[in-house]
């Protein structure tokens, strides 16, 4: 493959090395000089420009929230709450889906990063968070609000609620990247779609409107252009 630096500086080109080393070989061939290699820079240019690997591998991180951010950026906000909510899951799943080596390294589960808690701590997680994943986080919380706002659960801190989703999404992709739906011949559809109108009946949703929603969520997303389908759809 042939790499295009002439427009790149030297820290986005290391950057964008390790995400493709990340989604072509794995975690395994992140390594200083691999990656200097694929920016076609010197191994001290890893040094110069981030300190080390685990910096480096930080920024890639970032890089990854702040490519979620736009994903879900570019979801259309309609007056259903429920529906859009249901439509950040799709987009999340598929875009871990589309890199899951990246996925994995945003939340330090494969490589050690900043977003993995350290055993053992019982500080805050979201407490050192960087910009790029606070503003990702943003509209899944800004989700959570209008689902508060416009009535469709009973009053409850969005935060909490946010906290709640994330980590019932989280773990089905989680599950899902590592093959533990293989036997399931639509997760997204059986799983992931039911899991999320559990979520928001157990809020005080109606069950008839909240499945109403995930179905025109389901629709809207298996028609959209531009992103892999979800395995099931």
Same mark, same amino acid.
């Given at each position: 493959?042939?790499?295009?630096?002439?427009?790149?500086?030297?820290?986005?080109?290391?950057?964008?090395?390790?995400?493709?080393?990340?989604?072509?070989?794995?975690?395994?061939?992140?390594?200083?000089?691999?990656?200097?290699?694929?920016?076609?820079?010197?191994?001290?240019? %890893?040094?110069?420009?981030? /300190?080390?690997?685990?910096?480096?591998?930080?920024?890639?991180?970032?890089?990854?929230?702040?490519?979620?951010?736009?994903?879900?950026?570019?979801?259309?906000?309609?007056?259903?709450?429920?529906? *859009?909510?249901?439509?950040?899951?799709?987009?999340?799943?598929?875009?871990?889906?589309?890199?899951?080596?990246?996925?994995?390294?945003?939340?330090?589960?494969?490589?050690?990063?900043?977003?993995?808690?350290?055993? /053992?701590?019982?500080?805050?997680?979201?407490?050192?968070?960087?910009?790029?994943?606070?503003?990702?986080?943003?509209?899944?919380?800004?989700?959570?609000?209008?689902?508060?706002?416009?009535?469709?659960?009973?009053? %409850?801190?969005? *935060?909490?609620?946010?906290?709640?989703?994330?980590?019932?999404?989280?773990?089905?992709?989680?599950?899902?990247?590592?093959?533990?739906?293989?036997?399931?011949?639509?997760?997204?559809? *059986?799983?992931?779609?039911?899991?999320? %109108?559990?979520? %928001?009946?157990?809020? /005080?949703?109606?069950? *008839?409107?909240?499945?109403?929603?995930?179905?025109?969520? /389901?629709?809207?997303?298996?028609?959209?252009?531009?992103?892999?389908?979800?395995?099931?759809?």
């Amino acid at each position: 493959m042939t790499v295009d630096t002439s427009l790149q500086d030297p820290r986005t080109r290391l950057v964008e090395a390790t995400i493709r080393l990340l989604a072509r070989s794995g975690p395994s061939e992140v390594k200083a000089r691999s990656v200097a290699t694929e920016a076609q820079l010197s191994t001290m240019g %890893v040094y110069t420009y981030f /300190g080390g690997v685990p910096e480096l591998l930080q920024a890639v991180a970032d890089e990854g929230f702040s490519r979620q951010a736009v994903v879900f950026g570019r979801l259309a906000v309609t007056d259903d709450p429920m529906a *859009d909510l249901c439509a950040m899951a799709l987009a999340c799943h598929d875009f871990a889906r589309r890199n899951p080596h990246l996925y994995d390294l945003m939340f330090g589960l494969s490589i050690h990063g900043r977003y993995s808690p350290s055993r /053992g701590t019982a500080e805050p997680v979201l407490s050192g968070q960087s910009p790029s994943f606070r503003a990702a986080y943003a509209f899944l919380l800004q989700g959570c609000a209008r689902l508060v706002s416009a009535r469709c659960v009973r009053k %409850v801190d969005p *935060d909490l609620m946010a906290l709640q989703f994330w980590s019932a999404l989280h773990g089905f992709i989680m599950l899902d990247l590592g093959g533990h739906f293989a036997h399931i011949a639509a997760p997204v559809t *059986d799983v992931l779609v039911p899991m999320c %109108v559990n979520l %928001v009946v157990g809020l /005080g949703a109606k069950r *008839d409107k909240a499945e109403t929603s995930a179905a025109a969520a /389901g629709a809207l997303w298996a028609a959209a252009p531009n992103h892999n389908k979800p395995r099931g759809k």
